[in-house]
């Protein structure tokens, strides 16, 4: 899946929503409603997008 496919999944209009987010652009960053949705649109569990951070 690609990074435009998963934005617009999730419900953003374009992936530079990831960019934003990674960087922390113009005050935009992933929250849990985020993460739920990526993880359903991957279809893994919202721990796994937590696996091997300490």
């Not at 929250?31 to 919202?46: D, G, P, R, T």
Request: cysteine-free.
């Amino acid at each position: 899946m690609s990074q435009l496919e998963l934005a617009l999944t999730i419900g953003q209009r374009g992936n530079a929503f990831f960019n934003y987010a990674e960087n922390n652009t113009n005050n935009k960053h992933f929250n849990f409603e985020h993460l739920y949705k990526i993880a359903k649109a991957l279809q893994i569990s919202f721990t796994d997008l937590f696996e091997g951070i300490e």
